[in-house]
């Protein structure tokens, strides 16, 4: 089974703190993802990722860095947290190459971030 | 661009009945993919089934399956025998060249 991991399950931080959200798998999987949820608007993509250093905006990347040095592992980094930057937090990982459109993406188990 | 909708916020069902979960959708790209996710309390989003646009035959998971409407862009989830664990948000979602989820259905199984 495709596992995914997040570092936090919950997690409180000041406004101005940077923030590091980390996620891995295990499945060897190319392509990773972090999506951030909210009431009424479903999931809204941030960044993405098709191979090791190479990152892409979503459609919210404002606010937002990533990094990605290993395959197996794709950080969400909120330089400098503010309130409206809180928010569920799921990151997720699929299978790459050219059939990569309809790989299923597997989702890690979200990091609720309070930014007060 | 694609687009999914969801107008369903809620559902309510009986235990052991059958529901239907709404989702229309709306892309240019003749090739693209279907899911549905279930969501549970928890966080976790649990992936369910996957239809392709090229698919001739709905796709079924165990009590899931997919209705599978392409002149009509709907592909709609149907889960069987509705079960108290079912009890959570599902999401309808379309992949061309990235996933773009809908807003979610909350469904609710009473015994």
């Known amino acids: 089974d495709v596992k995914v991991t997040q570092s936090s399950r919950y997690l409180v931080k000041r406004t101005g703190e940077k923030v590091f959200l980390e996620c891995v798998q295990d499945?060897?999987?190319?392509?990773m993802f972090w999506y951030r949820q909210d009431p009424g608007l479903g999931l809204r993509l941030i960044y993405f990722s098709y191979d090791v250093k190479m990152k892409e905006k979503g459609d919210i990347p404002e606010g937002y860095s990533v990094s990605r040095e290993k395959k197996e592992r794709f950080s969400l980094i909120l330089e400098s947290a503010s309130t409206n930057q809180t928010s569920m937090y799921l990151c997720a990982s699929s299978l790459g190459g050219n059939a990569g459109r309809v790989k299923t993406q597997y989702f890690g188990p979200g990091t609720r971030l309070l930014v007060l | 661009a694609q687009k999914i909708t969801q107008t369903q916020p809620g559902m309510f069902v009986q235990e052991k009945e059958a529901v239907t979960l709404d989702c229309t959708y709306d892309?240019?790209?003749?090739?693209?993919?279907l899911f549905w996710y279930k969501q549970p309390s928890s966080g976790e989003m649990i992936f369910l089934i996957y239809q392709g646009s090229y698919d001739q035959q709905n796709a079924t998971e165990g009590r899931y399956s997919l209705n599978f409407q392409k002149a009509r862009k709907s592909a709609n989830l149907v889960i069987s025998a509705s079960q108290l664990g079912d009890s959570a948000m599902y999401f309808c979602a379309i992949r061309t060249d990235k996933l773009i989820f809908g807003t979610g259905t909350r469904l609710q199984v009473f015994p």
């Open positions: 892309t240019s790209d003749p090739s693209y993919g």
């Open positions: 499945m060897d999987h190319e392509n």
